[in-house]
Protein backbone atom coordinates (compact mmCIF):
# COMPACT_ATOMS: atom_id res chain seq x y z
CA UNK A 1 0.00 0.00 0.00
CA UNK A 2 0.89 3.55 -1.07
CA UNK A 3 2.43 5.18 2.51
CA UNK A 4 2.70 8.62 0.72
CA UNK A 5 -0.37 9.79 -1.19
CA UNK A 6 -0.72 13.54 0.04
CA UNK A 7 0.10 14.71 -3.13
CA UNK A 8 -2.48 12.62 -4.89
CA UNK A 9 -4.94 14.13 -2.43
CA UNK A 10 -3.94 17.44 -3.39
CA UNK A 11 -4.50 17.04 -6.98
CA UNK A 12 -7.94 15.79 -6.54
CA UNK A 13 -8.33 18.73 -4.17
CA UNK A 14 -7.92 20.74 -6.50
CA UNK A 15 -9.90 19.69 -9.25
CA UNK A 16 -12.76 19.06 -7.14
CA UNK A 17 -12.61 23.07 -6.07
CA UNK A 18 -12.04 23.87 -9.74
CA UNK A 19 -15.10 21.78 -10.34
CA UNK A 20 -13.41 19.52 -12.74
CA UNK A 21 -13.24 16.83 -10.42
CA UNK A 22 -14.63 13.38 -12.55
CA UNK A 23 -16.21 10.80 -11.12
CA UNK A 24 -17.70 7.08 -12.23
CA UNK A 25 -21.65 7.46 -12.25
CA UNK A 26 -24.32 5.03 -13.19
CA UNK A 27 -26.38 6.50 -16.17
CA UNK A 28 -29.36 7.59 -15.16
CA UNK A 29 -32.55 7.77 -17.20
CA UNK A 30 -33.48 10.58 -19.75
CA UNK A 31 -33.00 12.04 -22.88
CA UNK A 32 -29.78 10.86 -24.46
CA UNK A 33 -28.05 13.53 -26.09
CA UNK A 34 -24.39 12.82 -24.54
CA UNK A 35 -23.44 8.96 -25.70
CA UNK A 36 -22.13 8.31 -29.36
CA UNK A 37 -24.62 5.93 -30.06
CA UNK A 38 -25.53 7.52 -33.11
CA UNK A 39 -27.57 5.29 -34.72
CA UNK A 40 -28.95 3.52 -31.92
CA UNK A 41 -27.73 0.31 -32.25
CA UNK A 42 -26.27 -0.09 -28.76
CA UNK A 43 -30.53 -0.47 -27.81
CA UNK A 44 -31.64 -1.91 -31.36
CA UNK A 45 -34.01 -4.67 -30.01
CA UNK A 46 -33.67 -6.26 -33.47
CA UNK A 47 -30.07 -6.34 -33.70
CA UNK A 48 -29.98 -7.43 -29.99
CA UNK A 49 -32.25 -10.09 -30.67
CA UNK A 50 -30.04 -11.02 -34.23
CA UNK A 51 -26.92 -11.15 -31.59
CA UNK A 52 -29.12 -13.40 -29.00
CA UNK A 53 -30.04 -15.75 -32.12
CA UNK A 54 -26.40 -16.20 -32.89
CA UNK A 55 -25.80 -16.83 -29.04
CA UNK A 56 -27.93 -19.62 -28.77
CA UNK A 57 -26.90 -20.97 -32.26
CA UNK A 58 -23.15 -21.49 -30.85
CA UNK A 59 -22.69 -20.53 -27.02
CA UNK A 60 -19.16 -21.20 -27.48
CA UNK A 61 -18.70 -17.55 -28.46
CA UNK A 62 -19.16 -16.04 -25.21
CA UNK A 63 -16.71 -18.52 -24.09
CA UNK A 64 -13.21 -16.47 -22.74
CA UNK A 65 -10.72 -16.41 -25.52
CA UNK A 66 -7.52 -17.77 -23.24
CA UNK A 67 -4.97 -15.77 -24.37
CA UNK A 68 -3.07 -12.94 -26.61
CA UNK A 69 -4.19 -14.06 -30.28
CA UNK A 70 -0.29 -14.74 -31.08
CA UNK A 71 -0.79 -17.65 -27.87
CA UNK A 72 -4.31 -19.09 -27.34
CA UNK A 73 -6.49 -16.39 -28.37
CA UNK A 74 -6.86 -16.52 -32.40
CA UNK A 75 -9.92 -18.15 -34.03
CA UNK A 76 -11.63 -18.72 -37.61
CA UNK A 77 -14.43 -15.97 -36.28
CA UNK A 78 -11.96 -13.17 -35.41
CA UNK A 79 -9.95 -13.89 -39.14
CA UNK A 80 -13.02 -13.93 -40.83
CA UNK A 81 -14.44 -10.74 -39.61
CA UNK A 82 -10.57 -9.06 -40.19
CA UNK A 83 -11.17 -10.45 -43.92
CA UNK A 84 -14.94 -8.88 -43.93
CA UNK A 85 -13.73 -5.77 -42.73
CA UNK A 86 -10.75 -5.33 -45.17
CA UNK A 87 -13.07 -6.03 -48.12
CA UNK A 88 -15.70 -3.61 -47.06
CA UNK A 89 -13.72 -1.17 -46.49
CA UNK A 90 -10.97 -1.66 -49.63
CA UNK A 91 -8.37 -1.72 -47.96
CA UNK A 92 -5.78 -5.15 -48.18
CA UNK A 93 -5.87 -5.77 -44.41
CA UNK A 94 -7.20 -5.04 -41.27
CA UNK A 95 -6.19 -5.85 -37.54
CA UNK A 96 -8.81 -6.33 -34.98
CA UNK A 97 -8.18 -4.63 -31.65
CA UNK A 98 -10.44 -4.68 -28.07
CA UNK A 99 -10.69 -0.88 -28.30
CA UNK A 100 -10.00 2.17 -30.06
CA UNK A 101 -7.09 3.66 -27.71
CA UNK A 102 -5.77 0.29 -27.93
CA UNK A 103 -5.35 0.48 -31.69
CA UNK A 104 -3.88 3.91 -32.02
CA UNK A 105 -1.41 2.98 -29.20
CA UNK A 106 -0.49 0.07 -31.48
CA UNK A 107 -0.14 2.31 -34.29
CA UNK A 108 1.96 5.13 -33.21
CA UNK A 109 4.23 3.43 -30.57
CA UNK A 110 5.16 0.83 -33.09
CA UNK A 111 5.44 2.43 -36.76
CA UNK A 112 7.25 5.50 -36.05
CA UNK A 113 11.06 4.93 -35.12
CA UNK A 114 13.46 7.40 -34.13
CA UNK A 115 14.63 9.15 -37.08
CA UNK A 116 11.00 9.53 -37.96
CA UNK A 117 8.77 13.20 -37.50
CA UNK A 118 5.21 12.09 -36.35
CA UNK A 119 2.73 15.63 -37.08
CA UNK A 120 -0.32 15.75 -34.96
CA UNK A 121 -3.49 17.63 -35.73
CA UNK A 122 -3.78 19.94 -32.27
CA UNK A 123 -7.31 18.16 -31.35
CA UNK A 124 -6.26 14.55 -32.06
CA UNK A 125 -7.59 12.69 -29.68
CA UNK A 126 -5.39 11.62 -26.68
CA UNK A 127 -4.62 8.09 -27.40
CA UNK A 128 -2.37 9.32 -30.77
CA UNK A 129 -0.50 11.40 -27.90
CA UNK A 130 -0.05 8.36 -25.66
CA UNK A 131 1.57 5.82 -28.46
CA UNK A 132 3.99 8.99 -29.63
CA UNK A 133 5.11 9.39 -25.93
CA UNK A 134 5.84 5.01 -26.45
CA UNK A 135 7.97 5.98 -29.55
CA UNK A 136 11.06 7.30 -29.89
CA UNK A 137 10.18 9.23 -32.95
CA UNK A 138 9.53 13.40 -32.75
CA UNK A 139 6.29 15.19 -32.03
CA UNK A 140 4.95 17.83 -33.99
CA UNK A 141 1.58 19.70 -34.04
CA UNK A 142 -0.35 21.67 -36.69
CA UNK A 143 -2.88 24.19 -36.20
CA UNK A 144 -6.25 22.37 -35.64
CA UNK A 145 -7.17 21.62 -39.66
CA UNK A 146 -5.00 24.24 -40.89
CA UNK A 147 -3.45 23.03 -44.18
CA UNK A 148 -1.11 25.94 -44.69
CA UNK A 149 0.20 25.31 -41.56
CA UNK A 150 0.87 21.22 -41.85
CA UNK A 151 2.65 22.54 -45.25
CA UNK A 152 4.75 24.74 -43.34
CA UNK A 153 6.03 22.14 -40.86
CA UNK A 154 6.22 19.50 -43.50
CA UNK A 155 8.79 21.68 -45.50
CA UNK A 156 11.24 22.02 -42.81
CA UNK A 157 11.51 17.73 -42.27
CA UNK A 158 14.03 15.82 -43.05
CA UNK A 159 13.20 12.65 -41.72
CA UNK A 160 9.89 10.63 -42.96
CA UNK A 161 7.01 12.41 -41.82
CA UNK A 162 3.53 10.27 -40.16
CA UNK A 163 0.68 13.37 -40.47
CA UNK A 164 -1.96 12.04 -37.75
CA UNK A 165 -5.74 13.21 -38.13
CA UNK A 166 -9.42 12.13 -37.05
CA UNK A 167 -12.09 12.61 -40.10
CA UNK A 168 -14.53 13.83 -37.84
CA UNK A 169 -13.33 15.63 -34.60
CA UNK A 170 -15.37 14.54 -31.43
CA UNK A 171 -14.81 17.54 -29.36
CA UNK A 172 -14.95 20.71 -32.29
CA UNK A 173 -17.59 18.16 -34.32
CA UNK A 174 -15.84 20.20 -37.22
CA UNK A 175 -14.41 17.44 -40.34
CA UNK A 176 -10.62 17.20 -41.05
CA UNK A 177 -9.81 18.43 -44.60
CA UNK A 178 -8.87 15.38 -45.74
CA UNK A 179 -8.67 15.51 -49.31
CA UNK A 180 -6.47 18.01 -49.42
CA UNK A 181 -4.27 16.70 -46.49
CA UNK A 182 -4.24 13.15 -48.40
CA UNK A 183 -2.59 15.36 -51.15
CA UNK A 184 -0.43 17.08 -49.19
CA UNK A 185 1.04 13.44 -48.13
CA UNK A 186 1.29 12.55 -51.47
CA UNK A 187 3.41 15.60 -52.15
CA UNK A 188 5.76 15.14 -49.46
CA UNK A 189 5.81 11.41 -49.48
CA UNK A 190 4.51 11.63 -45.87
CA UNK A 191 2.52 8.54 -44.20
CA UNK A 192 -1.35 9.61 -43.49
CA UNK A 193 -3.14 7.81 -40.73
CA UNK A 194 -6.91 8.77 -40.17
CA UNK A 195 -9.06 7.63 -37.22
CA UNK A 196 -12.00 7.76 -38.37
CA UNK A 197 -13.74 6.67 -35.19
CA UNK A 198 -16.66 9.08 -35.20
CA UNK A 199 -17.26 9.27 -38.91
CA UNK A 200 -18.15 5.70 -39.71
CA UNK A 201 -21.27 4.62 -39.64
CA UNK A 202 -22.63 8.18 -39.43
CA UNK A 203 -21.75 8.48 -43.28
CA UNK A 204 -21.38 5.18 -44.45
CA UNK A 205 -17.93 3.30 -44.40
CA UNK A 206 -16.08 6.69 -43.32
CA UNK A 207 -14.63 9.62 -45.18
CA UNK A 208 -11.80 7.31 -46.64
CA UNK A 209 -14.29 5.31 -48.22
CA UNK A 210 -16.67 8.22 -49.13
CA UNK A 211 -13.47 10.24 -51.12
CA UNK A 212 -12.42 7.48 -52.11
CA UNK A 213 -8.76 8.09 -50.25
CA UNK A 214 -7.84 4.20 -49.66
CA UNK A 215 -4.50 4.42 -51.82
CA UNK A 216 -3.34 7.70 -49.85
CA UNK A 217 -3.75 6.53 -46.52
CA UNK A 218 -1.19 4.58 -45.02
CA UNK A 219 -3.28 2.71 -41.71
CA UNK A 220 -7.17 3.86 -40.60
CA UNK A 221 -8.46 3.68 -37.54
CA UNK A 222 -12.11 2.74 -37.26
CA UNK A 223 -13.82 1.89 -33.83
CA UNK A 224 -17.17 0.01 -33.37
CA UNK A 225 -18.55 1.12 -29.55
CA UNK A 226 -19.72 4.25 -31.69
CA UNK A 227 -22.19 4.21 -34.34
CA UNK A 228 -21.69 0.66 -34.37
CA UNK A 229 -23.49 0.63 -31.14
CA UNK A 230 -20.71 -2.38 -30.18
CA UNK A 231 -17.10 -2.29 -29.08
CA UNK A 232 -13.58 -2.83 -30.39
CA UNK A 233 -11.95 -1.47 -33.55
CA UNK A 234 -9.87 -2.42 -36.30
CA UNK A 235 -6.72 -1.09 -38.12
CA UNK A 236 -7.14 -0.61 -42.03
CA UNK A 237 -3.63 -1.65 -43.44
CA UNK A 238 -1.36 -2.86 -45.81
CA UNK A 239 -0.36 -6.87 -45.51
CA UNK A 240 3.06 -5.56 -44.88
CA UNK A 241 1.88 -3.16 -42.26
CA UNK A 242 -0.59 -5.87 -40.13
CA UNK A 243 2.40 -8.33 -40.28
CA UNK A 244 4.57 -5.50 -38.87
CA UNK A 245 2.31 -4.84 -35.74
CA UNK A 246 1.59 -8.61 -35.07
CA UNK A 247 5.84 -8.89 -34.85
CA UNK A 248 6.50 -5.43 -32.94
CA UNK A 249 2.84 -4.09 -31.65
CA UNK A 250 3.08 -4.47 -27.63
CA UNK A 251 -0.38 -3.30 -27.74
CA UNK A 252 -0.99 -6.59 -29.69
CA UNK A 253 1.04 -8.86 -28.65
CA UNK A 254 1.25 -8.09 -24.95
CA UNK A 255 -3.12 -8.46 -25.11
CA UNK A 256 -5.16 -11.21 -24.40
CA UNK A 257 -7.93 -11.29 -27.13
CA UNK A 258 -11.49 -10.19 -26.47
CA UNK A 259 -14.14 -13.41 -26.63
CA UNK A 260 -15.79 -14.39 -30.25
CA UNK A 261 -19.07 -12.93 -29.39
CA UNK A 262 -17.01 -9.61 -29.80
CA UNK A 263 -15.88 -10.08 -32.92
CA UNK A 264 -19.40 -11.50 -33.54
CA UNK A 265 -21.20 -8.44 -32.40
CA UNK A 266 -19.05 -6.45 -35.07
CA UNK A 267 -19.61 -8.62 -38.08
CA UNK A 268 -23.47 -8.57 -37.47
CA UNK A 269 -23.56 -4.45 -36.79
CA UNK A 270 -21.79 -4.73 -40.38
CA UNK A 271 -24.61 -6.57 -41.35
CA UNK A 272 -27.17 -4.70 -39.79
CA UNK A 273 -25.73 -0.82 -41.16
CA UNK A 274 -25.94 -2.48 -44.40
CA UNK A 275 -29.28 -3.50 -44.03
CA UNK A 276 -30.49 -0.25 -42.69
CA UNK A 277 -29.56 2.75 -44.21
CA UNK A 278 -32.20 4.91 -43.45
CA UNK A 279 -31.07 5.60 -39.50
CA UNK A 280 -27.98 7.77 -40.82
CA UNK A 281 -30.89 9.56 -43.11
CA UNK A 282 -32.80 10.23 -39.86
CA UNK A 283 -30.22 11.07 -38.23
CA UNK A 284 -29.11 13.92 -40.74
CA UNK A 285 -32.50 15.02 -40.83
CA UNK A 286 -32.46 15.43 -36.84
CA UNK A 287 -29.16 17.71 -37.45
CA UNK A 288 -31.07 19.56 -39.70
CA UNK A 289 -33.47 20.76 -36.89
CA UNK A 290 -31.10 21.23 -34.27
CA UNK A 291 -29.15 23.33 -36.65
CA UNK A 292 -32.50 25.16 -37.61
CA UNK A 293 -32.57 26.62 -34.35
CA UNK A 294 -29.63 29.10 -35.29
CA UNK A 295 -27.68 28.09 -32.35
CA UNK A 296 -23.60 29.77 -32.86
CA UNK A 297 -21.41 26.65 -33.07
CA UNK A 298 -17.50 25.38 -34.78
CA UNK A 299 -19.20 21.91 -35.50
CA UNK A 300 -19.96 21.21 -39.33
CA UNK A 301 -23.61 21.51 -40.32
CA UNK A 302 -23.85 17.80 -41.00
CA UNK A 303 -22.09 16.46 -37.86
CA UNK A 304 -23.71 14.47 -35.29
CA UNK A 305 -21.97 16.52 -32.50
CA UNK A 306 -22.76 19.63 -32.17
CA UNK A 307 -20.62 21.59 -29.38
CA UNK A 308 -21.93 25.22 -28.00
CA UNK A 309 -18.87 26.78 -26.28
CA UNK A 310 -19.68 28.52 -23.02
CA UNK A 311 -16.50 30.21 -21.70
CA UNK A 312 -17.56 30.18 -18.36
CA UNK A 313 -17.63 27.47 -15.70
CA UNK A 314 -20.32 28.69 -14.04
CA UNK A 315 -22.86 29.34 -16.13
CA UNK A 316 -22.04 25.85 -17.96
CA UNK A 317 -22.76 23.74 -14.94
CA UNK A 318 -25.95 25.26 -14.24
CA UNK A 319 -26.89 24.98 -18.17
CA UNK A 320 -25.79 21.40 -17.33
CA UNK A 321 -27.83 20.99 -14.52
CA UNK A 322 -31.05 22.69 -15.49
CA UNK A 323 -30.69 20.11 -18.60
CA UNK A 324 -30.58 17.24 -16.50
CA UNK A 325 -33.55 18.80 -14.23
CA UNK A 326 -35.69 18.58 -17.55
CA UNK A 327 -35.08 15.11 -18.39
CA UNK A 328 -31.86 15.90 -20.56
CA UNK A 329 -29.11 14.18 -20.78
CA UNK A 330 -25.81 16.36 -21.98
CA UNK A 331 -22.13 16.17 -21.21
CA UNK A 332 -20.70 19.57 -20.58
CA UNK A 333 -16.37 19.63 -21.43
CA UNK A 334 -14.26 21.42 -18.91
CA UNK A 335 -10.25 22.43 -19.30
CA UNK A 336 -8.13 20.59 -19.38
CA UNK A 337 -9.64 18.14 -21.68
CA UNK A 338 -10.61 21.13 -23.94
CA UNK A 339 -8.32 24.19 -23.48
CA UNK A 340 -9.05 26.98 -21.29
CA UNK A 341 -11.61 29.62 -22.59
CA UNK A 342 -13.22 26.72 -24.94
CA UNK A 343 -15.18 25.04 -22.13
CA UNK A 344 -18.38 23.58 -24.12
CA UNK A 345 -21.28 21.51 -23.90
CA UNK A 346 -21.62 18.81 -26.41
CA UNK A 347 -24.37 17.73 -27.54
CA UNK A 348 -24.44 14.47 -29.45
CA UNK A 349 -27.54 13.96 -31.74
CA UNK A 350 -29.30 10.54 -32.92
CA UNK A 351 -31.52 8.50 -35.44
CA UNK A 352 -33.71 7.95 -32.32
CA UNK A 353 -33.84 11.93 -30.84
CA UNK A 354 -37.31 13.29 -31.79
CA UNK A 355 -38.05 16.46 -33.33
CA UNK A 356 -39.94 17.60 -30.02
CA UNK A 357 -36.84 16.87 -27.53
CA UNK A 358 -34.31 18.83 -29.99
CA UNK A 359 -36.83 21.59 -29.87
CA UNK A 360 -37.17 21.68 -26.08
CA UNK A 361 -33.56 20.79 -25.51
CA UNK A 362 -32.07 24.02 -28.14
CA UNK A 363 -34.92 26.40 -25.86
CA UNK A 364 -33.69 25.96 -23.13
CA UNK A 365 -29.91 25.79 -24.17
CA UNK A 366 -31.21 29.56 -25.83
CA UNK A 367 -31.96 31.05 -22.21
CA UNK A 368 -27.90 30.81 -20.83
CA UNK A 369 -26.22 32.37 -24.31
Known sequence: MLNNTSHFQESLDKRKEQGTLRRLRIPSGGIDFYSNDYLGFAKNKYLQH???????????????????????GNSDIAVSVENKIAQKHQFESALLFPSGYNANLALFSTLPSRHDVVILDEQIHRSVHDGCKLSNAKKLKFKHNDTEDL???????????????????????????????????????ASLIVDEAHAFGVFGYGLIEKYQLQNHVSAAVVTYGKALGAHGAAILCSETVKSYLINFASPFIYTTSAQDFQWMSIKTGYEFLDQNDELAEKLQNNIKVFRSRNLQSPSAETSPVQAIVIPDNQRLKTLQQTLSEEGFL???????????????????????????????LTGIIKEFI
Open 50 to 72: LLLQKVMNNPQLLSGSTGSRLIS
Open 151 to 189: ENILKRQEGHCYIAIESLYSMEGDFAPIQKIAALADTHK
Open 330 to 360: TYAIYSPTVKEGSERLRICLHSFNTEEEIMK
